[in-house]
């Protein structure tokens, strides 16, 4: 079982470029999650998805935007890549949305915006 | 949405039992208590989730009191390997538009020393 996957490991991209970071699930998990970790900050929710066809905001939406048209994959877009958003990034999923349920991680993109 | 509040930092020597207590004063009614545990470069992992009373696993015992404003992760034995950061976590059921799914805060980081 694979899991989750996440693509590209890394990526150095320059400021004001169009980036997208994919992930991509096979335990045919309703809800799927990204956030961003930064040192000294924790995990912080970007957006979140509860079920294929929706997504909502977390805590740090800005410069990010989701899609998810089909249950295994989330791919999450920065449209114009600023420094701040440089971070490793983490995808999750959990069985559902509701209060209980464990979230699956993935290995991590870690992104330098120069 | 429940908050929590745990410690920065603890440092432990091999082979003792390590106490981490997380604060959650307003913690709802139907939230669960899920614990993570992060090491360096990799996504979070699941340890144990709890409602209230005591859950005990192969890794670790989760310790919640009858108000369930707090819980405390209990690691018995600990090994260098147990290093890490512990995230304590409390669920947020969807019931609208603009509430948020569980909430990373900043963690402990447990440092097991030989």
């Known amino acids: 079982i694979a899991g989750i996957t996440q693509a590209p490991t890394s990526q150095i991209l320059a400021a004001g470029r169009r980036m997208t970071l994919r992930c991509t699930q096979d335990?045919?998990?309703?809800?799927m999650y990204w956030y961003r970790q930064d040192l000294g900050l924790g995990l912080r929710l970007i957006h979140y998805?509860?079920?294929?066809?929706?997504?909502g905001k977390g805590e740090v939406p800005d410069g990010y935007s989701v899609s998810r048209a089909n249950t295994d994959d989330f791919p999450l877009t920065l449209a114009s890549a600023v420094p701040s958003q440089t971070s490793v990034y983490f995808c999750?999923?959990?069985?559902?949305?509701?209060?209980?349920?464990?979230?699956?991680f993935g290995p991590g993109t870690r992104l330098l915006v120069l | 949405l429940a908050k929590t509040t745990q410690p920065i930092s603890m440092d432990s020597y091999e082979g003792q039992e390590v106490n981490i207590t997380c604060s959650h004063n307003n913690i709802a009614t139907n939230d669960y208590i899920t614990w993570y545990q992060q090491f360096p470069s990799q996504g979070p992992r699941f340890i144990i989730q709890g409602y209230k009373t005591k859950v005990t696993n192969e890794v670790a015992s989760l310790f919640i009191p009858a108000d369930r404003k707090s819980s405390t992760l209990s690691l018995p034995r600990v090994s260098l390997s147990d290093t890490a950061v512990y995230y304590c976590l409390v669920g947020g059921t969807f019931w609208n538009s603009g509430n948020t799914p569980l909430v990373f805060g900043k963690g402990t980081r447990l440092s097991v020393i030989a």
């Open positions: 999750a999923s959990s069985e559902s949305w509701t209060s209980g349920n464990t979230q699956y």
């Open positions: 335990m045919r998990h309703n809800a």
């Open positions: 998805s509860n079920t294929a066809g929706t997504t």
